[in-house]
């Protein structure tokens, strides 16, 4: 897939797709359809969404990083029956 960029003053950037499979392009132009967008608009739609995912997964693994260092820096635990079971008998 070839993309070609060009900046636009409102921070816009135009992108040509060049090599879509047939399939691809059915599924789209028949989405876009359904949802009453044009074909470009449909594809925007589909790009923010997905760069809302990729942002969201990148969040994810960092907080899943930090939080596995976290765990690390509390050392091992004691097993916590005994206290339970304390607490019971009060």
Same mark, same amino acid.
């Given at each position: ?10 921070? @816009?950037? =135009?992108?040509?797709?060049?090599? #879509?499979? &047939? ?6 132009? /028949? ?6 967008? @044009?074909? =470009?608009?449909?594809?925007?739609? #589909?790009? &923010? ?6 942002? /969201? ?34």
């Amino acid at each position: 897939m070839h993309w070609a960029l060009k900046w636009f003053q409102n921070g @816009s950037v =135009n992108i040509t797709l060049k090599n #879509v499979p &047939e399939s691809t392009y059915r599924i789209m132009k /028949r989405e876009a359809k359904k949802n009453r967008r @044009s074909l =470009n608009a449909e594809m925007i739609q #589909v790009l &923010e969404t997905e760069a809302i995912e990729a942002e /969201r997964r990148r969040s994810f693994a960092a907080l899943r990083k930090e939080l596995d260092r976290f765990a690390a820096s509390l050392g091992p635990m004691d097993d916590s029956a005994p206290l339970i079971r304390k607490d019971r008998e009060r």
